[in-house]
């Protein structure tokens, strides 16, 4: 395997409501922060992750490479998933050997739409879209079966939003309160807030990131694993697919300063600890995480960002970046990282 | 200025999708009413059924066993505002159901009612649609099993109150309590009785005693009840003044909290041109602002 570690990171100030740009406009600044971080300008291959359903319009990702200058044409692609998996697809593509650098972003503005909505398009067309499942109601399903206690979930929240206000990126959400439920065990505080937001990293590969950067965050495990779609066909209760992500990446080889996990709803979180076999000693969304600031198809990235910058800060020696994709954690990558 | 359009992203008519044959067998047993599964070479049997193995990989075979129609409620979850796409339009459950003679669990709606109807292992089974077209929603939703039945009980009567009630409650009627003495363990009862409970003999002299006394013991009642003048209500046992038998009471006139034991009582009596032959001639029994008694 070739050495690479994640050597910038950048995000916009997420805004609960739409400020008024298009997805290009909110992608650029971001862009532009990472290449001057870097000092590059021209990357070997550039990826992104977002979703069209977000702008509801049919390629409305290829408008953001305005932002790019994409010209003469560069190497390109595209995943219609959060953007971590971008990031997968960028490790996997420098692995080849041939090119050194990466770039890597994600953007969405789910203050458009009903996202609770648009998430139901994702559920499988036969069995459970016709139901008019939204993504609450299915979360939902997942917390009863997880039968997490409400006072551990009321302190996740408490603990995500205070670490949001800390975050100059996150948004300012006060401490969770009432008892009213959104879709019952689920109160609206449990829920991530509808966010609008983009994120860029950079990637690169040997001696190069040695040369860009003071302490590369270095990628020593990536994996990710996925299970049934459908729900009733697996254990909602745990996350498999996220344990064999973790032990194919290796997560439990060494200490975990931090992780930073993707999760949408507060009872994720005993869910991914349990899978990822994280110890009380791991610190767990440090920036607040996706209950602080949630601009779908760059939440995973940012996981992987945030959990890079502690290690470029010198914050931390070894953290974890996790994403998730489809209904109830169908779907997760892990990304070790280590100075 | 603000800039804003309405967007609207829909395919006339919707996608055609073609089922291929195990979910078309599945949707198509579904509009003649029935529940299948597929079987995999493990022996399982997947409800709904999927073309593959979720555990393998594998082809499913091609055996398809008719399954519920009940089933058992594994999890759920709990909607109080149904939204526009939901398919009740009051609130509902969402539900893992696990049909009988299914490995794997159906997701769909529980019409429970109300929140406190579900429970894990609630017994559930399939309301189906009038028409049916083969689709997922030919199922309207599932209801739970029938476990209770209501049985309206009602028969009418004619009571009078008996001797001793009837010569109380003419006291009362006059704006008196009137009590009696055993002539055996001299206690004095109130309301007036024809016996003593104590001494099983007939009792003779009849006592009045005055409309003030002291509490020997209460309960605040916070359900709603027609007869209580308010919520919560006090309701007290009131040992008369010269009495040995306390009465039940309600009290008033003073928050619940601070109805104590030893605290002092006199009956608040309605107007003259209200009473009747009837306890409701005493609104309540209401604190005399006088020191506690001792009990």
């Known amino acids: 395997m070739r050495e690479i570690a994640v050597v910038a990171f ?21 862009l532009d922060e990472v290449r001057e971080k870097t000092g590059l300008r021209k990357f070997g291959f550039t990826c992104s992750g977002s979703c069209d359903y977000l702008a509801g319009a049919p390629f409305s990702f290829v408008s953001a490479l305005d932002a790019l200058g994409a010209w003469p044409p560069i190497s390109e692609s595209h995943v219609e998933m959060d953007a ?55 979360a939902a399903l997942q917390a009863s079966a997880a039968k997490v206690d409400r006072a551990r979930l009321d302190e996740i929240v408490r603990r995500s939003r205070a670490d949001g206000r800390a975050n100059p990126y996150a948004l300012d959400l006060p401490d969770p309160g009432g008892d009213a439920f959104e879709v019952e065990p689920l109160r609206p505080y449990d829920i991530a807030p509808v966010t609008d937001g983009a994120a860029a990293v950079v990637l690169a590969a040997g001696d190069l990131a040695r040369e860009l950067c003071e302490r590369p965050a270095w990628i020593t495990g990536i994996a990710h694993r996925i299970e049934p779609h ?54 767990v969304n440090p920036s607040g995480g996706p209950l602080a600031a949630n601009p779908v198809m760059a939440t995973g990235l940012i996981r992987v960002g945030e959990a890079a910058q502690r290690i470029l800060d010198g914050a931390a020696s070894r953290t974890i970046g996790h994403a998730s994709s489809g209904p109830c954690l169908q779907h997760n990558l892990v990304t070790v990282m280590e100075a | 200025m603000t800039l804003e359009a309405r967007h609207v992203l829909e395919f006339p008519g919707g996608y055609t999708r073609t089922t291929g044959p195990v979910i078309g067998r599945f949707l198509t047993e579904l509009r003649d009413g029935r529940l299948v599964g597929v079987r995999t070479a493990g022996g399982r049997t997947l409800v709904p059924p999927l073309e593959y193995d979720p555990g393998t990989g594998d082809a499913v075979t091609g055996e398809f066993v008719e399954v519920g129609p009940a089933g058992t409620v594994e999890s759920w979850s709990w909607v109080h505002a149904p939204r526009a796409g939901h398919p009740l339009d009051r609130p509902f459950a969402w539900a893992l159901i696990r049909l009988d003679g299914a490995d794997t669990s159906l997701v769909h709606a529980v019409d429970a009612g109300d929140v406190k109807a579900m429970r894990p292992g609630l017994r559930v089974r399939p309301r189906w649609r009038a028409e049916r077209t083969g689709q997922i929603t030919d199922i309207e939703s599932f209801v739970p099993e029938v476990t209770k039945i209501v049985s309206p009980v009602r028969t009418e009567y004619v009571l009078k109150p008996g001797l001793a009630l009837a010569r109380f409650l003419e006291g009362v009627a006059a704006g008196v309590f009137v009590g009696c003495r055993c002539g055996s363990c001299h206690k004095v009862y109130v309301p007036y009785r024809l016996s003593c409970p104590e001494c099983g003999i007939a009792i003779t002299e009849e006592v009045e005693v005055p409309d003030t006394g002291t509490i020997t013991t209460f309960a605040i009642n916070n359900l709603p009840d027609p007869r209580a003048p308010e919520v919560p209500f006090v309701s007290a046992y009131v040992l008369l003044d010269g009495s040995d038998v306390p009465m039940i009471t309600l009290v008033g006139g003073v928050a619940a909290h601070e109805v104590r034991q030893g605290m002092r009582v006199r009956a608040v009596w309605v107007p003259e041109e209200e009473r009747t032959a009837s306890m409701a001639n005493i609104k309540w029994f209401a604190p005399t602002g006088e020191p506690d008694a001792e009990l």
């Open chain 1, 10 to 30: 950048a995000q916009t100030r997420h805004s609960a409501t739409d400020q008024g740009q298009s997805e290009p406009e909110l992608i650029l600044p971001p």
């Open chain 1, 84 to 138: 971590a998996w971008a990031l997968y697809e960028a490790w996997v593509r420098l692995q080849h050997g041939d090119v050194d650098s990466a770039l890597v972003y994600g953007f969405g503005k789910s203050s458009q739409g009903d996202l609770r909505e648009i998430m139901t398009l994702q559920l499988d067309p036969y069995y459970l879209a016709p139901l008019g499942l939204d993504q609450v109601s299915y």
């Open chain 1, 230 to 283: 459908y729900l009733g066909m697996r254990d909602l209760a745990r996350s498999a697919s996220a344990a064999e992500a973790a032990r194919a990446a290796g997560a439990g080889k060494g200490h975990v300063d931090v992780a930073e996990l993707h999760t949408q709803f507060s009872h994720e979180e005993p869910i991914l600890r349990q899978a990822l076999e994280l110890p009380e000693s791991t610190v």
